[in-house]
Structures are given as C-alpha cells and as structure tokens.
C-alpha cells in the first residue's frame, strides 16, 4: 500500500484514499482502521507479524486471511507463539488457510519471543515504537506516498537489531502507516484525515 499515491475517491458518497476502493475488505479496513493511531502493544506487534507476512503480496490477500491467521497463531498472543515447535511449524505450514512459508513462520515465532524477551526485561513494545515520533502521528502531505523514509530505515534497523525479520525499510513504513505511526490519508480523505491522534 505505502507505494501508491492516494487520491480522494467518492464511494458510497464519501471520499476515501484511492486505494481502499480495490475491494470490500480493503475498504472496511481503511474506514476502520488503517492510520488509527494503536497503542496496544500486543496489536502493534500483530500487525508487524502480518505486514511480514505480506512481503511479496498484496495487503489484500492478508486481509482476507487475517482470522485463519488469528486462529492459527492462538489470537497472536506472544507467550503461545514464542512457545511453539516444530510440530506446530509443521501444523502451519499444513494450514491452507494462511500464507504457508516457513520462513515467515519462523519469523513470527522468532518475533514472538522478541516480545516476550522485551516485556520480561520491562520494556514495553508500545512506548518502543512510538517513541520514534515522539508519541504523536507524523502526517505526510496528502499528496506523495513514499514507499520508505529516512525514519522507516532507523526503525527497520532497530526492529532488526532486536532480532526481527521481514521488516525492511518498505514493511517498516507500511507498518507505521498501518497503526497511526504516519497519517497518510489523502487530502480530502473524510474518514481519517487530521482526524486521528
């Protein structure tokens, strides 16, 4: 998502990012959720989990699967994933209903115990990501959507310092911009637009 340009669009008499009018779930999403600043920490690592998972699809295709990926990472509770084997690694790469590559798998795992690691130091995850835009939304002009920035980069490098993966620069912005980190939204956006923080 974060390549493209958005331009308001009237849908359902409402303009919206020129993007979220690609299909129904794509649409839901922007209404609801995308830009909406998140400060649950758990919620932030989730959704960094299936922007990896994203990597070489569209946000479209994990939308769609987003419940079989709840069920098949137990809700996405960090101490359940940070927990499974083999055994459940085989189990998911079995799972149709999810995006069957190892690699991701394991990063998710991996990412799991990050979490877990950080909350059992007493770091939370929440006050780690938004302390790289000083606790408040950055807003882009409305105009130009980049694809990553100079910041998407630091954070990009710090998540993989921690030991997370499939969090490039890309994934990075896309994530930022998926929980409020960044407010996007086009100008003209009635739905979101300078109207989150």
Known sequence: MSTRTPAPFQADGRPRCAWALGSPS???YHDAEWGVPQRDSRML???LMLEGFQAGLSWDV???KREAFRRAF???DPRR????GEAQVQGLLGDAGIVRSRAKILATIDGARVWCAMHDRGEDFA???WRFVDGRPLRGDGVHVPASTPLSERVSGELKR???RFVGPTIAYAWMQAVGMVDDHALGCAWRRDKTG
Do not use: I, K, N, T
């Not at 994933?81 to 499974?84: D, E």
């Open 81 to 84: 994933v940070a927990a499974f």
């Open 62 to 64: 994990v939308l769609r």
């Open 127 to 129: 006050d780690w990501c």
């Open 26 to 28: 794509l649409c839901a």
């Open 45 to 47: 690592w989730e959704m």
């Open 74 to 76: 137990a809700g996405f």
């Open 162 to 164: 921690l030991g997370f």
